[in-house]
């Protein structure tokens, strides 16, 4: 089951897109391990789960903006040169 409705706690959102790629997914991972661990709440994993959605979609969204500046790079007759990005 996925989902990418809208946080109950729109905050948190507000909070996520502004963490650097490498701190969101460090966070992802530690939202991971914690609820592979099973020892949550059922209301600690929910919140965990909901964090670690968003987390997700940031992170997704930083690896698309990094894959288009990479992409941007094109070797020409002269070298390498970006070209404009779409």
């Known amino acids: 089951m996925t989902t990418d409705a809208p946080l109950a706690n729109p905050s948190v959102g507000d909070e996520i897109r502004n963490l650097p790629f490498e701190e969101a997914l460090s966070q992802l991972e530690g939202i991971v391990r914690s609820?592979?661990?099973?020892?949550?709440?059922?209301?600690?994993?929910?919140?965990?789960?909901?964090?670690?959605?968003?987390?997700?979609?940031?992170?997704?969204?930083?690896?698309?903006?990094?894959?288009a500046k990479v992409q941007a790079v094109v070797e020409g007759a002269g070298g390498l040169t970006l070209r404009d990005v779409e």
Request: proline share 0%.
């Open 35 to 67: 609820l592979e661990g099973g020892k949550s709440t059922l209301a600690q994993a929910i919140a965990e789960y909901e964090r670690g959605t968003a987390l997700r979609r940031h992170c997704e969204a930083k690896l698309a903006e990094a894959e």
